[in-house]
């Protein structure tokens, strides 16, 4: 297969959007690109796919094309290599699929696509793509009007794309699930509930879309997003009877979205809307300006449901000013309009795909249950011959027996010298264990009175710090002792936290995921000096641990990992369920460690102590408290390594 080229076609796509060009003209520009393109990659033709596929089904509602492209993107991943390599593609594209077929209203193809998708997401355990999956059954609710179902689903989906990373995309989706919560309140009645999430909406918009502001393209999606919440508050407002503050945000959100590169089709919308209002008000000569414009924008873009509420619209606006023949002629056409449009099959098939799949779900468990009927028959049968030989054995086993009781009282004799010497080396154990704890004793002793005369030196460091500039040659040597201040200080601190017992942990109930998105926050700086990149794949789940000690545990690993890794590494953070435990692992691409160095990692000393790949020092301490911590716990910890290939720590911790 070819390789992918993600950063080049990153480049041609932002070009595409930044350039404001009508469908046809973009797709003219990729098609030449992609033309003059050397062996394209199957990523970067999947994405022209989508590209093209997404234009049709949400924009042009055209089926057939929005199909042709989603099935030429499953020709490009039909291969069990291609699946392997691009599994989030292969599931979002069986998704995708399933999508049209539910248009379609096709039900049998439907639900056949969502179920490989969902089994497609299942091995590759991302909640990027789960939280894909459910953002369109959260959607497929809401359309068939079960909008607690939808909540409930777009709540999930949010949570979801949460923990996918910071990246534009998860971005995007987590402000369209928390907007659509609020729509779901909206449709259900609960207006106090839909003004909360749509003020939630917008305060995400303004923590997180500020680190995309720069980008032009992702600019205007956010002031887009932000004039389709300004639309959904008019609609709370107007049903709180606050007239005047709904006037303001329809035409906040117009003017908004009718800018270039915005939302033409929901500003149109939103002008329906104020149309209703002004009708409602009696303000027959703004709402026939309204409808006059919306008019001629129908006239250049049909909309077929727009067409449908504006035919209304001017009905209504006919009849409330006394013109009984047109309002008659524009009702009648509104009607038979309605009537075409509902021959057609428009809109989704009413079925409840959750439900459906998990019936679904059930038919395969049944199937599987009666071949596993089938192999437990073969089994009693094996179970019967392997009796028949249990009892031969046991035969001989007697015979064996009454032949060896000479020997019983030559083994008892054994027995009592063991026993003798296993009593020396339990004596043995426990004085070298009262010795070990004296020596830690003393050594957190010299520690502890260490600490006050080196914080000492730190802080008149800092006062110097903040004297006028000294000599060349003096501020080096003042670098240099706050280097050596620091190393102190921290080998101190390593000192000090030696010997933790599972009596000393304040436990509590932890959201796992929420801690290593910190711990990841915290070293997403010291890993960015070496242009390295964290990555954070994490199941939900909540333990009961000492929330301090095993974020000190997780940091310490993440700082081997940055430490020992060249720059531009990948260091994968991963926190997986499985056996009744939770499986913690921190993975580098870095120098790896020695064959005869692993049974000395987790030992004081200096056996294992090396410098980083930029030089960076070592104590030899961070491994044994990171042990301590882990079996303190309850937990275990491994090391898988090879040299010059990287390493893998994996933390087995107690659900």
């Given amino acids: 297969m070819p390789p992918d080229h993600r950063e080049y076609f990153d480049r041609v796509y932002r070009k595409v959007d930044s350039l404001n060009l009508s469908p046809e003209r973009s797709f003219a520009y990729l098609d030449s690109v992609y033309r003059d393109f050397p062996s394209p990659g199957i990523l970067d033709q999947t994405r022209r796919y989508d590209y093209k596929g997404q234009y049709y089904f949400y924009e042009k509602l055209d089926l057939q094309n929005a199909l042709v492209y989603v099935d030429s993107s499953l020709a490009l991943l039909s291969t069990p290599e291609a699946r392997k390599k691009y599994p989030r593609q292969y599931a979002r594209a069986l998704l995708n699929k399933g999508e049209i077929f539910q248009y379609e209203k096709n039900r049998e193809s439907a639900l056949f696509y969502y179920y490989k998708g969902r089994k497609a997401i299942d091995p590759v355990k991302d909640s990027c793509t789960m939280a894909d ?45 928390i907007d659509n919560t609020g729509m779901c309140y909206a449709a259900m009645g609960k207006w106090d509930s839909a003004a909360y999430y749509y003020d939630k909406t917008l305060a995400f918009l303004s923590k997180y879309g500020a680190l995309f502001a720069d980008d032009s393209v992702h600019h205007a999606y956010i002031e887009t997003a932000r004039g389709v919440v300004a639309g959904n508050q008019a609609e709370v407002l107007l049903n709180k009877r606050d007239t005047a503050a709904a006037y303001g945000k329809l035409a906040e959100s ?40 919306v008019r001629a924008t129908l006239d250049l873009k049909p909309i077929p449901d727009m067409e449908l509420a504006w035919r209304k619209l001017q009905a209504d606006w006919y009849e409330r000013t006394g013109a009984w023949k047109e309002a008659y002629r524009e009702l009648s056409n509104w009607r038979h309009f309605k009537d075409s449009l509902e021959r057609s099959g428009g809109g989704t098939a009413e079925m409840n795909f959750p439900n459906e799949l998990q ?95 080196v914080g000492a030196i730190a802080s008149v460091l800092t006062m110097m710090d903040q004297q ?12 240099l002792i706050r280097q050596a201040t620091d190393q102190s200080l921290a080998l101190i601190n390593n000192i000090l936290q030696l010997e933790i017992s599972a009596g000393k942990l304040k436990k509590e109930s932890v959201e796992l995921a929420e801690l290593l998105e910190t711990c990841t926050g915290t070293m997403q700086f010291k890993a960015a000096q070496k242009h390295q990149h964290l990555r954070l794949e994490v199941e939900p789940m909540i333990l009961s641990l000492d929330r301090e000690k095993l974020w000190r545990v997780v940091i310490n690993l993440l700082d081997n990992a940055i430490k020992f890794s060249p720059e531009g590494a990948e260091i994968r953070l991963n ?63 491994g090391v898988c390594s090879k040299e010059g290939k990287g390493t893998t720590f994996t933390i087995r911790l107690p659900l």
């Fill in 468 to 479: 006028p500039p000294a000599e060349e040659q003096t501020r080096t040597w003042l670098k």
């Fill in 133 to 177: 999956y459910t953002q369109r059954l959260a959607m497929t609710n809401y359309r068939q009007g079960r909008y607690a179902d939808a909540r409930d689903l777009f709540i999930q989906a949010t949570r979801e794309f949460s923990i996918c990373g910071v990246d534009f995309r998860s971005m995007a989706m987590a402000q369209s699930d």
């Fill in 575 to 637: 926190a997986l369920r499985g056996n009744g435990e939770a499986q913690i692992s921190v993975s580098d691409q870095g120098i790896g460690i020695p064959a005869g160095m692993e049974a000395k990692l987790f030992t004081l000393g200096d056996e294992a102590k090396r410098a980083g790949t930029a030089g960076e020092s070592s104590f030899g301490l961070g491994l044994a408290l990171v042990k301590q911590i882990v079996q303190a716990h309850g937990g275990t910890i």
């Fill in 254 to 293: 117009i003017a908004c979205n009718l800018r270039p590169r915005h939302d033409s089709g929901h500003a149109l919308t939103m002008m329906v809307k104020l149309a209703g209002v002004h009708l409602a008000q009696r303000h027959f000569r703004e709402a026939q300006g309204v409808l006059g414009h």
């Fill in 359 to 453: 019936h679904l779900e059930d038919q395969y468990t049944i199937q599987l249950l009666e071949q596993r009927g089938r192999l437990k028959n073969v089994y009693l049968l094996l179970t019967g011959l392997t009796s028949g030989l249990l009892v031969v054995v046991l035969l001989l086993i007697v015979r064996g027996v009454r032949r060896s009781r000479g020997y019983i009282g030559q083994l008892n004799r054994l027995n009592m010298a063991l026993k003798t010497e296993n009593r020396q080396t339990q004596l043995a154990i426990h004085s070298l264990n009262e010795s070990q704890a004296g020596y830690l004793q003393t050594l957190k002793t010299v520690a502890h009175d260490l600490r006050n005369p």
